[in-house]
């Protein structure tokens, strides 16, 4: 093995269940995941982003723990996409659902905030460059986050 290689092993780290960093034991073998996304600079309706990310890459995001939610922030930062996107949160029947299933174990609406837990007419999950989560109309055009 090159010492490059050797160098990568030792500087291992991995995540624990309460959602923080921890340094990881090479030897060690643990599930992973992976987690791609793409920032589609094309503004859609909620529903019209869904479509395009079931036909072009897996589906609308789901944003399942802080280190997700900072991936996708990051990813529309580096794409320079300004304003809020849609994300795969619906409000169905009474209550908020991820499209590709997830259950919601993570949350991140806006502190104070209590008009996502009633919708009338703001149906549609929508994240803001800030971080947080807004209930948002479905007609409206927004960049959207795929996986």
């Known amino acids: 093995m090159g010492k490059d290689y050797l160098q990568l092993l030792s500087n291992v780290v991995n995540l624990k269940s309460d959602g923080k960093w921890n340094d990881g034991d090479p030897s060690i073998l643990l599930p992973f995941y992976c987690f791609s996304l793409t920032a589609v600079e094309v503004k859609k309706t909620w529903e019209g982003a869904l479509e395009y990310c079931r036909e072009t890459h897996t589906d609308l995001t789901t944003l399942q723990s ?4 900072l991936l996708t922030l990051n990813e529309i930062r580096h794409d320079h996409i300004t304003g809020r996107v849609w994300i ?6 009474d209550h908020w659902l991820w499209v590709n299933g997830d259950p919601m174990v993570y949350e991140n609406w806006r502190q104070g905030d209590q008009e996502h837990q009633c919708p009338l007419r703001k149906r549609c999950g929508a994240l803001t460059k800030e971080g947080h989560w807004e209930n948002w109309d479905c007609g409206e055009e927004l960049h959207f986050i795929c996986y």
């Not at 802080?66 to 939610?69: G, I, R």
């Not at 795969?88 to 029947?93: A, K, V």
């Open 66 to 69: 802080d280190t997700e939610q």
């Open 88 to 93: 795969g949160l619906r409000f169905l029947g």
